[in-house]
């Protein structure tokens, strides 16, 4: 899902310019860069449902994405933003990276633990959204399309403040509509590499 974390990421931006985009699209995939380096070395596995593509794996991430581990990680990101950006950052990325966790809740299947390494081998979370391809894809189309609308609604409304009080040239306005329009045809190729299995 990582089309659906990526436009997560672009609708917090609109809310809250003063942190880095990036380090917001970081934070929705803080979960899944942590895990990459524990696939490749075997530590957690991913194993293909059926045949495998969108949503055709059951994930052993028994680490980055247990309850606990993630609740971890989120606290690391957001005192590590502290440091850069200050609280109300911290707070953001802190809340962006566990919301990975929220939103693989609903379309992993039950293969999410609750304690890193599934200590006490504790019942696995998951809702299966995944099981349904179309409304898997239809919560993913939702977040792009509203996490767009609204990164690009808040360029235009900076561009226009910042051209009232004579801040700012017209030409600013024509830059937000393109920014925005890269934004989410970014986040529609992201959809794009999910729905071929590449993410």
Same mark, same amino acid.
């Given at each position: 899902?990582?089309?659906?974390?990526?436009?997560?990421?672009?609708?917090?931006?609109?809310?809250?310019?003063?942190?880095?985009?990036?380090?917001?699209?970081?934070?929705?995939?803080?979960?899944?860069?942590?895990?990459?380096?524990?696939?490749?070395?075997?530590?957690?596995?991913?194993?293909?449902?059926?045949?495998?593509?969108?949503?055709?794996?059951?994930?052993?991430?028994?680490?980055?994405?247990?309850?606990?581990?993630?609740?971890?990680?989120?606290?690391?990101?957001?005192?590590?933003?502290?440091?850069?950006?200050?609280?109300?950052?911290?707070?953001?990325?802190?809340?962006?990276?566990?919301?990975?966790?929220?939103?693989?809740?609903?379309?992993?299947?039950?293969?999410?633990?609750?304690?890193?390494?599934?200590? #006490? &081998?504790?019942?696995?979370?998951?809702? %299966?959204?995944?099981?349904?391809? !179309?409304?898997? +894809? $239809?919560?993913?189309? *939702? @977040?792009?399309?509203?996490?767009?609308?609204?990164?690009?609604?808040?360029?235009?409304?900076?561009?226009?403040?910042?051209?009232?009080? #004579? &801040?700012?040239?017209?030409?600013?306005? %024509?830059?937000?509509?393109?920014? !925005?329009?890269? +934004? $989410?045809?970014?986040? *529609? @190729?992201?959809?794009?590499?999910?729905?071929?299995?590449?993410?």
């Amino acid at each position: 899902m990582f089309a659906g974390h990526f436009g997560l990421a672009a609708a917090v931006k609109a809310k809250h310019p003063e942190t880095p985009l990036w380090a917001l699209m970081a934070g929705t995939q803080l979960l899944d860069i942590l895990f990459v380096p524990l696939l490749l070395s075997g530590v957690e596995t991913m194993v293909p449902v059926g045949e495998g593509g969108y949503g055709g794996s059951v994930i052993h991430a028994d680490y980055t994405h247990s309850l606990v581990g993630a609740l971890i990680i989120a606290l690391l990101a957001g005192l590590a933003a502290w440091k850069w950006w200050g609280k109300r950052s911290a707070v953001v990325i802190g809340s962006l990276v566990f919301s990975h966790w929220l939103l693989d809740l609903l379309v992993h299947r039950a293969d999410l633990p609750v304690l890193p390494g599934n200590l #006490g &081998n504790l019942p696995l979370m998951g809702f %299966g959204v995944w099981r349904s391809p !179309g409304i898997s +894809m $239809a919560l993913e189309i *939702a @977040l792009i399309a509203v996490g767009s609308a609204m990164y690009y609604l808040s360029l235009r409304s900076r561009v226009r403040k910042a051209a009232k009080s #004579g &801040n700012s040239r017209p030409s600013l306005l %024509g830059r937000a509509m393109w920014t !925005g329009a890269v +934004m $989410a045809g970014l986040l *529609a @190729l992201s959809l794009v590499s999910d729905l071929l299995g590449i993410g």
